[in-house]
């Protein structure tokens, strides 16, 4: 019998272990729900990190994704604390595209304190661009490697100082993205290991929430996550745009 490998529909790229549950876990709940596969796929392992193994983050990151239901989950082997926008890496990606064929990809936001994440985002469009060139050999069997562009790609801003270009609205998940986000115990517990770098266990629950508030007030809903898109967005019927204004 042939294999088949996986497909989803929605795939969240982010640098490390717990980027996605604290940026976008919220909608990949939501997403599920409504039906749609979703995957989620981690550049490293987090061997360079304050806190943690990469073992114990794997781990971790497998109870996060059953708590946020996500189809298909894994991590590649990029350097941690140097993810580096490369030919080589842009193939590694594009390898998986190939094989997931999502028709939207969720990346993180092209600015930001991290060199990883901001790396991350250009690194990702890049990759999803080569995905799509014909002429471009991945590695792996060629019925899983044939060339693959997503349709979407959006950017989740949670940690950026700019106007979302939408939100989606999180409200009735966000209990449970708050449980996959504390899966992480090796980087949420307390502990005297980069106790001046992390947030407090104690603040985690209130700072998400807060920060989640803040977004859902934006669009009139409690808890919300934003978004932001390259491209303009497009209105068929004018009645039926979302939001009020007054």
């Known amino acids: ?7 989803v529909d929605i795939l969240a790229i982010a640098a490390h272990r717990d980027d996605v549950e604290q940026t976008c ?5 939501k997403m599920a729900a409504l039906g749609w596969r979703t995957g ?9 990190g304050t806190r943690g193994s990469a073992p114990e983050r794997a781990a971790e990151a497998e109870a996060a994704a059953k708590l946020l239901n996500a189809s298909w989950r894994e991590a590649l082997d990029l350097p941690d604390g140097c993810v580096e926008n490369t030919w080589e890496n842009r193939l590694k990606i594009a390898t998986v595209l190939r ?7 969720i990346l993180p936001y092209w600015e930001g304190r991290h060199p990883d994440h901001y790396t991350t985002a250009t690194l990702g469009y890049e990759s999803c661009f080569v995905s799509g ?16 562009r997503p349709y979407k790609i959006l950017y989740a801003s949670l940690y950026s100082d700019v106007r979302p270009s939408f939100v989606v609205n999180i409200t009735a998940y966000i209990e449970q993205r708050h449980a996959a ?9 307390e ?21 989640a508030r803040t977004y859902g007030l934006m669009a009139g809903v409690r808890y919300a996550e934003p978004f932001v898109q ?12 979302p939001v009020q204004s007054i």
């Open 133 to 148: 060139l014909a002429r471009v050999t991945t590695p792996g069997k060629a019925e899983f490697a044939a060339p693959h």
């Open 40 to 48: 989620i796929l981690d550049l490293t392992q987090g061997e360079s």
């Open 1 to 7: 019998m042939q294999e088949r490998l996986p497909t």
């Open 181 to 189: 986000l504390m899966a992480y115990r090796s980087q949420y517990s």
């Open 191 to 211: 502990q005297a290991a980069g106790a001046g770098l992390f947030v407090p266990e104690d603040d985690v629950r209130e700072r998400n929430f807060a920060m």
């Open 230 to 241: 390259k491209e303009i967005g497009l209105a068929e019927d004018l009645m039926m745009l």
């Open 25 to 29: 876990g919220g909608t990949l709940l």
């Open 99 to 105: 094989r997931l064929r999502p028709r939207v990809v």
